[in-house]
Nanobody, 127 residues
């Protein structure tokens, strides 16, 4: 059974850093487009970042560019999201997702392209 499990969330102060991890089982992350999404209370889920399965191209929502970095360790079958200079508006439940589709700048954040989802890890940033 395919599973993706996130970890690494927590409560931090503005300006601090966190690294989220997503471990996959029964799924090779190098065969999938891997993405991070987040959902804040009362808001729709939004794409945060994505990494391509083919050439490692990465995509970010504008609000996190320059602060967040997505990466993957194929040997560990683990996806990461390094989050620096965190802001209160980054507070949300963060989800890892995997999909098989041809990814480009116009579709990476379409959650309907992702078929496997984790349960989420909570990130709370205090001011």
């Amino acid at each position: 059974q395919v599973q993706v499990v996130e970890s690494g969330g927590g409560l931090v102060q503005a300006g601090e850093s966190l690294r989220l991890s997503c471990v996959a089982s029964e799924l090779g992350i190098d065969d999938y487009v891997m993405g991070w999404f987040r959902q804040a209370p009362g808001k729709e889920r939004e794409g945060v970042s994505c990494i391509s399965d083919t050439d490692g191209s990465t995509y970010y929502v504008d609000s996190v560019k320059g602060r967040f970095t997505i990466s993957r360790d194929n040997a560990k079958n683990t996806l990461y999201l390094q989050m620096n200079s965190l802001k209160p508006e980054d507070t949300a439940m963060y989800y890892c997702a995997a999909g098989r589709f041809w990814v480009y700048g116009g579709n990476w954040n379409n959650q309907h392209n992702y078929i496997h989802w984790g349960q989420g890890t909570q990130v709370t940033v205090s001011s």
